[in-house]
């Protein structure tokens, strides 16, 4: 009876141990809920403010001007973009080496790096502008240390001496117009993008290609510019061939190719900078064409959304898009 009785003590001991347990578990669950929640009215309320609205209507002005006076002197500076070619690149024996393209896209991505690392420790004022209201800087512990471990090796000692050995560089003789430029370059993004979402959403549906190639860039929900290149090896190859299968299938001119890596890598820091500035080209362009910030950061707190990198389309096709302030 004795022994008994223990048993049935020590069973009812750890049923209200599991239920303690349970309800503990629930009330946490409940309290992240809750602070998402309040995340998200924040961001909606900062993104409908009026002053952060009229920033982006400033700035869609800006760019209509530019872009109109550009139209207006195109011949002027097709003329421009001949003399820059002729005369400075194709004699740059830096611009003509078989390494200039990963060689370039790491400068970029240290250059937004270090310029977002800036902006987190040492421009308070733009704090303002960050998605999710945590002034914590985890995201950026340990990470030059991370970088020259992993990612600077990875490039300094694969990516760039492979482009030397393979030779596969090839000198356009003409010169692009300006045109071309934008056309091309646009292109390699839409290319880009279109196979980076199909590898991207089956690293997150398979769960062993995401835990052995993927998860790291997924260390922490609140991203910094950082992140842009926290990845695995093979995480960071297929980025790599994302980019040469777009500009390669469509043959893009040298100079084309060398734009195309300024503005996808500067769009893909920003993409993880955690900030929304007003004048990033997502909210200049309307109607949520191109991704930004805050859709990627919600792919990073929720992973289930959000796969594509610079549009949204395709997210929108397939029913994987989300977007905050909707």
Known sequence: MDAAAC???SGLGMKRTISRTTRRASTLDSLQISKEEEQREDLIERIASRDFQSRVLWSRVVFVIGASLAWLHLPFLDAALQRLYFSHLLTSPFFR????EPLLASTIFAF???????????IPSLQKYRIQPYKTMAAWKNRLQDALKNEVP??????IPFGGLLR?????????????VIKEVLAGLCIYDALFYFGHNILHRVAPLYKGIHAKHHHSPVVRAGDSIR????????????????????KAHTLSR????????????EAHSGYHFPWAINNIVPMHIFAGSVVHDLHHRKGKVNFSKFFT?????????????S
Do not use: K, Q
Request: hydrophobic share 60%; proline share 1%; glycine share 4%.
């Open 7 to 9: 048993g049935v003590s």
């Open 97 to 100: 080496h078989y390494s200039f």
């Open 112 to 122: 937004n790096i270090g310029l977002f690392a800036v902006l987190d420790f040492f």
């Open 154 to 159: 990875w490039y300094f000692f694969f990516w």
């Open 168 to 180: 596969a560089r090839r000198m356009a003789t003409a010169a692009p117009t300006v045109a071309l």
């Open 231 to 250: 990845h695995s090896f093979l995480d960071g190859t297929w980025d790599v061939v994302c980019a040469v299968v777009a500009l390669n299938v469509l």
């Open 258 to 269: 060398a734009l195309f890596n300024l503005v996808a890598i500067s769009l893909i820091c």
């Open 313 to 325: 389309w395709w997210d929108r096709m397939f029913g994987t898009y989300a977007f905050e302030a």
